[in-house]
């Protein structure tokens, strides 16, 4: 079929040669990284998380993840480190006065900047965007880049004033080397304390088994116990001696006609006077 009219055909429409592997674009990849959310795909908007190897979210989508863990997801494994809402961290991020937003590019007719993001480092003015490495701390949430951490040797935040240590900073998005490091330090944290709380347990409960040495026991010294004596005079704060309880039981049994006091003589009782009316 085909070659009507004296066409010739060349021989890559006649034979099949092997696929070209498509080549992804990493700037591309970089702002998709930055932009949208590593679990819902959705654009990333505040309030926004970052997990333990770096990743960022957003928390909606995180709790979302929490609540129904059986759910179907593209991109579950990415979470698949997350027990808790405790183990992801909310971001103290810096506004970019360059980002227009959306806004500006409704119809789709303008020029949109890929690589001007909506966060920049509060420090030097970098902005987020995946050509610098950013960090943040795990105490307080506040994002900087690495070149201000360089620049600016410091022990405390720079935005907050938290004091913080190297060796706790979590790398953004960083490369496969980058989150090799922090899951392997991910673990170690975990493992050292589920051993914390493993050694916290077994104590507790040799403490509760431990016998009180403040209970009453045998005595191991061999002497005989002495009987308590009670010191002389009045005990301040004992009951009310059996005199005045019965003084006061008398007193309330005195406003009751049945009591003795109530009864009359017999000079004080009267004949009786009966009188029949009659009503006409």
Same mark, same amino acid.
């Given at each position: ?17 092997? &696929? ?16 949208? #959310? ?6 990333? &908007?505040?309030?926004?998380? *970052? ?7 957003? &928390?909606? *989508? ?8 059986? *759910? ?37 007719? #303008? ?73 392997? *330090? ?17 104590? +507790? ?6 016998? +009180? /040495? ?26 009310? /001696? ?39």
């Amino acid at each position: 079929m085909g070659c009507d009219g004296g066409t010739i055909p060349k021989r890559h429409e006649l034979v099949k040669g092997p &696929k070209k592997v498509e080549k992804v674009d990493k700037n591309a990849e970089l702002a998709a990284k930055w932009r949208y #959310c590593a679990l819902s795909q959705e654009k990333l &908007k505040r309030p926004i998380v *970052a997990c333990e190897l770096g990743r960022l979210y957003n &928390k909606d *989508a995180i709790i979302e993840y929490l609540l129904d863990k059986s *759910a179907e997801r593209p991109n579950s494994e990415v979470v698949a480190h997350i027990r808790s809402i405790k183990e992801v961290k909310e971001l103290n991020l810096t506004d970019n006065p360059a980002w227009e937003g959306e806004r500006h590019n409704i119809k789709g007719d #303008c020029y949109e900047d890929m690589h001007c993001s909506m966060f920049i480092c509060p420090v030097v003015g970098l902005e987020m965007n995946g050509k610098h490495k950013f960090l943040y701390l795990p105490t307080c949430g506040c994002v900087f880049s690495e070149r201000a951490l360089k620049e600016v040797k410091t022990e405390i935040c720079h935005k907050c004033g938290d004091p913080f240590q190297e060796d706790n900073l979590v790398m953004l998005n960083g490369t496969k080397e980058d989150v090799e490091k922090l899951q392997k *330090a991910m673990e170690e944290r975990r493992s050292k304390a589920k051993s914390a709380k493993k050694s916290k347990k077994s104590k +507790d409960t040799k403490v509760s088994k431990a016998p +009180d /040495s403040t209970a009453p026991g045998p005595s191991t010294s061999g002497e005989c116990s002495k009987p308590l004596k009670a010191p002389p005079g009045p005990i301040i704060g004992s009951k009310r /001696s059996i005199q005045d309880m019965k003084d006061k039981s008398e007193t309330y049994k005195s406003l009751f006609t049945s009591h003795s006091s109530a009864k009359r003589t017999k000079d004080q009782i009267s004949n009786w006077v009966t009188h029949t009316p009659y009503h006409f």
